[in-house]
């Protein structure tokens, strides 16, 4: 396993809270887990460091870190700036390929309805947004877009958690519209259809913050 590989399986981690804030990642314990060297890992750990989820603290080693509630605004602020750049930064055309990505996420989400599971849930929603991602083909803008959702990740999933059957129809409408927008090859349409849903995730979060905070614990 790789550094990449074992990056891509530790965000998932805390995306998912398996990785709570204040959780240590310990390198020795994880290159065991992974049977690989402790290069890596620590390679691994220095991407997700730049990603802003996890920080090095002096006598305590590295942790899961907990954005603030500014922060939380700051970076859904940023998606739905980065969301209108979509299809004018040097697009790439949607094709097969994303159609039929996309149909098949939609077929996933459709089962929710019978009995949400909401690993399922944020796994759909990770394969979606690197199915965006590839079609972004402004690699400053792509790399913006895939940080700043990793970053929102969490804080979403925990808003998922208390309104299941709400969060699976917005996906579904979603994925929906994408497949739609993508059928028509158009890209500033994607991008259309992704700031609206942000900007649905953002109101429930503000709502969730004006209530009295998001708790992971």
Known sequence: MDASAIQRLLVERICLLRYRPGDQLKEAELAREFGVSRTPVRDALN??????????????GTVVVRLSEEQIRHVYEMRLELAC????????APGPGHLAALQGLLQRARSLRDG??????????????EVIASMIG????????????????????????????????????????????????????????????????????????????????
């Open 138 to 217: 402004n690699s400053s803008l792509r790399s913006m877009w895939l940080q700043t959702y990793v970053q929102a990740a969490s804080t979403w999933y925990m808003v998922a958690q208390t309104r299941e059957a709400e969060v699976t129809d917005a996906l579904l409408e979603e994925l929906t519209d994408l497949v739609n927008a993508v059928k028509h090859g158009d890209a500033e349409a994607v991008g259309f259809v992704q700031r609206i849903h942000i900007q649905y995730g953002f109101a429930k979060i503000n709502a969730m913050l004006e209530e009295g905070g998001l708790d992971a614990d």
């Open 85 to 92: 750049l979509i299809g004018k930064l040097s697009p790439v």
């Open 116 to 129: 949400f599971k909401a690993d399922e849930y944020v796994l759909i929603n990770h394969e979606l947004h």
């Open 47 to 60: 991407r997700i460091s730049h990603l802003g989820m996890i920080e090095s603290r002096n006598g305590v």
